[in-house]
């Protein structure tokens, strides 16, 4: 157990639809890390936030968003899901913005869009 | 942006032999080099990483080594355990983390 937490554990959804993915870092880690993994893409990092504020970003579509909030966890939101947006989206935590911090991953959200 | 190769796709060896995987990178201003592990339904774990100013790094079984001039890093894994089975990933940063695809090693008993 990494001490990263993600619910939902699994999301059914239909397309066009809304979600929002919720992670909760490791005790005292400041920065949050979004990655999709899908059988087609591989593993992508989508978003990086330290301490409230966007850090880096990678390949997330302007449909998605995220947010880091004063307690550091963090939410990431899908709209007008389509079918390809089916993934398994896990976040990380680490300790500072560092990029060499070991990350730690959640469990991991599995979307299915149907 | 970067571009990360990883080579081979899929790895079947013999328990006790080694394993070497392979990924290129294309930027040459990338300067971090971590490897990932997933075991089948599990979330990816760090196992090994290596700083563009570092040429070889070694953990136990596990070694990392790095030729900046070819802009290539492999990882090795020597004395192969089943336990070793699982997903392998390699990822180069430059502002932001790009991974490769991904082989699937598979350890023989």
């Known amino acids: 157990d990494s001490g990263v937490t993600q619910t939902p554990k699994h999301l059914i959804t239909a397309t066009g639809q809304r979600v929002t993915l919720r992670c909760s870092p490791r005790?005292?880690?400041?920065?949050v890390y979004w990655y999709q993994q899908s059988l087609d893409q591989g593993l992508q990092f989508l978003i990086q936030?330290?301490?409230?504020?966007?850090?880096a970003k990678g390949n997330i579509l302007e449909r998605f968003s995220a947010q880091q909030f004063p307690d550091l966890h963090s939410e990431l939101n899908l709209s007008s899901l389509e079918l390809g947006d089916s993934a398994l989206y896990f976040c990380?935590?680490?300790?500072?913005?560092?990029?060499?911090?070991?990350?730690?991953f959640g469990p991991g959200t599995r979307l299915t869009v149907l | 942006g970067e571009n990360v190769e990883q080579h081979p796709s899929t790895l079947s060896v013999q328990e006790g032999d080694s394993a070497v995987i392979k990924c290129t990178y294309s930027?040459?201003?990338?300067?971090?080099f971590p490897w990932y592990k997933q075991e089948l339904g599990k979330r990816p774990q760090l196992i090994i990483d290596?700083?563009?100013?570092?040429g070889e790094k070694k953990d136990q079984r596990i070694a990392v080594t790095l030729n900046k001039t070819a802009k290539h890093f492999s990882l090795h894994i020597t004395e192969t355990q089943p336990e070793d089975s699982a997903v392998y990933f390699c990822?180069?940063?430059?502002?932001?983390?790009?991974f490769g695809s991904g082989t699937k090693l598979n350890v023989k008993p």
């Open positions: 990380a935590s680490s300790s500072s913005g560092r990029f060499t911090d070991t990350q730690y």
């Open positions: 005790s005292g880690d400041l920065s």
């Open positions: 990822a180069a940063y430059f502002n932001k983390f790009y």
């Open positions: 936030y330290y301490n409230g504020e966007e850090r």
């Open positions: 290596i700083r563009s100013n570092v």
């Open positions: 930027d040459s201003a990338s300067n971090y």
